[in-house]
């Protein structure tokens, strides 16, 4: 066993009967570590950082949810421990390296070690987004992945305040670009400073391109989100953007 009764459960979901035809998940909500992986060697300045956490984005879409009522799911757990948007068997799900951080609890794991982690984080994280989403499947529905990113990246500085990601599905990402453009006030990434791929993300080629709903995953940059007050500004802002995207969307389908 990995976590115990002291640690808490490695989801949390809010509006479980939310109206909304948007689904929200949150796969890098949190930065607790299991009290039996004693941090994992890695200082607390450290894990406060973007590689424990996707900064401000449990703030935002508690609040989207509340906007929209949205169903929305939250993966508790630091991605140091296990990043919940990649496949486990890849490096990067348990890395040993973050950025330039040394993850000592993470070097030579054990495949048992592995394995609990898988179990006890990952799998009931994405067991209950499968739930979820199947008790819907006779409605409509649209992903949407939140995530924030960092404004610098191994020295280099990023200008942009959002980005919309994508891969094969650009329905929605076209209909958003358009309606944040027309904001005035910002620059957009257009698959940028990330971009999906079967390679780099899982949650979004598994729930959103192999069930074929329409989805997004958006990125908004943390030091814009750092604070209750910035994260309640974006949450106003995307839930009418959202709002009028998805009437867009549902222009598109009839």
């Given at each position: 066993?990995?976590?115990?009764?002291?640690?808490?459960?490695?989801?949390?979901?809010?509006?479980?009967?939310?109206?909304?035809?948007?689904?929200?998940?949150?796969?890098?909500?949190?930065r607790?570590?299991?009290?039996?992986?004693?941090?994992?060697?890695?200082?607390?300045?450290?894990?406060?950082?973007h590689?424990?956490?996707?900064?401000?984005?449990?703030?935002?879409?508690?609040?989207?949810?509340?906007?929209l009522?949205?169903?929305?799911?939250?993966?508790?757990?630091?991605?140091?421990?296990?990043?919940?948007?990649?496949?486990?068997?890849?490096?990067?799900?348990?890395?040993e390296?973050?950025?330039?951080?040394?993850?000592?609890?993470?070097?030579?794991?054990?495949?048992?070690?592995?394995?609990?982690?898988?179990?006890?984080?990952?799998?009931?994280?994405?067991?209950?987004?499968?739930?979820?989403?199947?008790?819907?499947?006779?409605?409509?529905?649209?992903?949407?992945?939140?995530?924030?990113?960092?404004?610098?990246f191994?020295?280099?500085d990023?200008?942009m305040?959002?980005?919309?990601?994508?891969?094969?599905?650009?329905?929605?990402?076209?209909i958003?670009?358009?309606?944040?453009?027309?904001?005035?006030?910002?620059?957009?990434?257009?698959?940028?400073?990330?971009?999906?791929?079967?390679?780099?993300?899982?949650?979004?080629?598994?729930?959103?391109?192999?069930?074929?709903?329409?989805?997004?995953?958006?990125?908004?940059?943390?030091d814009?989100?750092?604070?209750?007050?910035?994260?309640?500004?974006?949450?106003?802002?995307?839930?009418?953007?959202?709002?009028?995207?998805d009437?867009?969307l549902?222009?598109?389908?009839?």
């Amino acid at each position: 066993m990995l976590l115990s009764a002291d640690d808490p459960p490695p989801v949390r979901v809010l509006r479980e009967t939310g109206t909304s035809d948007l689904f929200l998940t949150a796969d890098h909500a949190g930065r607790r570590i299991p009290a039996a992986l004693h941090d994992l060697g890695v200082p607390e300045a450290e894990r406060q950082r973007h590689i424990g956490w996707d900064i401000g984005i449990a703030g935002v879409t508690e609040r989207l949810a509340e906007l929209l009522d949205a169903t929305a799911i939250f993966q508790t757990y630091s991605r140091l421990v296990i990043d919940c948007n990649r496949d486990p068997s890849w490096p990067s799900a348990m890395p040993e390296v973050s950025e330039y951080t040394p993850i000592p609890g993470n070097r030579n794991l054990s495949a048992a070690a592995k394995r609990a982690r898988i179990a006890e984080i990952f799998n009931p994280y994405h067991d209950r987004i499968r739930s979820l989403l199947d008790a819907r499947a006779n409605r409509r529905t649209v992903l949407i992945a939140m995530h924030s990113f960092t404004a610098s990246f191994k020295g280099e500085d990023r200008a942009m305040q959002v980005g919309m990601l994508y891969n094969k599905d650009p329905r929605l990402a076209s209909i958003l670009l358009d309606l944040l453009r027309q904001e005035g006030d910002l620059t957009v990434g257009d698959n940028a400073p990330y971009a999906v791929t079967e390679d780099s993300d899982y949650s979004i080629p598994t729930h959103g391109e192999k069930r074929g709903l329409p989805h997004i995953e958006i990125e908004i940059r943390q030091d814009l989100i750092a604070t209750p007050a910035g994260q309640a500004a974006w949450a106003d802002r995307f839930a009418r953007l959202l709002t009028a995207a998805d009437e867009a969307l549902k222009a598109t389908q009839t």
